[in-house]
């Protein structure tokens, strides 16, 4: 009966570690997929997945957690490239099935820059816009218009020589 009860139990055992192996495998399987996704969408930003392993009883090391190294920081000077580069890490980060929270803050901060740089972008083109409809609103200015314009300049840089002067 002892005899018996021992082979139950190294049954049980053998049960519980083909269980966790079938888990380990799973894990290593999801982790490997989630890495390689980042990996895979971060191209040139991205680096190689690395992995924590942990040893089935089978002897085996199964991946059970992993990172990738992705370069965010912004492209100084050049507003184009940081919005395409983040959009690139957004993606990157957002790739896997399931992103981990780390990943969603990692998205949120690519899109933050990735706007940051679309206004930096648009700054310049507002100015130059403005500018052109000056432009486009003088030489459309009729001369008597201009002339008057003119007079009144000339009668506020007299007044103010005066109060200069004074």
Do not use: C, W
Not at 1 to 14: C, D, G, H, I, R
Not at 52 to 77: H, L
Not at 133 to 146: D, G, I, V
Request: a negative charge; glycine letters at 6%; hydrophobic letters at 30%.
């Amino acid at each position: 009966k002892a005899q018996q009860q021992e082979s139950e139990q190294e049954q049980q055992v053998l049960e519980q570690e083909q269980q966790q192996i079938k888990e380990l495998k799973a894990r290593d399987t999801e982790v490997r997929i989630h890495e390689q996704a980042h990996a895979s969408v971060g191209g040139k930003y991205a680096g190689s997945p690395s992995y924590e392993y942990q040893r089935g009883p089978d002897g085996t090391n199964y991946a059970v957690g992993g990172e990738v190294q992705i370069d965010v920081a912004e492209i100084p000077g050049d507003p184009q490239a940081t919005i395409e580069k983040m959009q690139t890490v957004r993606a990157a980060a957002l790739a896997p099935a399931e992103p981990s929270g780390a990943d969603r803050s990692i998205a949120a901060d690519a899109t933050q820059k990735l706007v940051a740089a679309q206004a930096e972008l648009a700054a310049p083109q507002n100015e130059e816009d403005d500018s052109a409809e000056n432009n486009s609103k003088a030489s459309f200015t009729s001369s008597e218009t201009q002339e008057s314009e003119e007079q009144t300049r000339d009668a506020d840089v007299e007044a103010r020589a005066g109060r200069i002067a004074n």
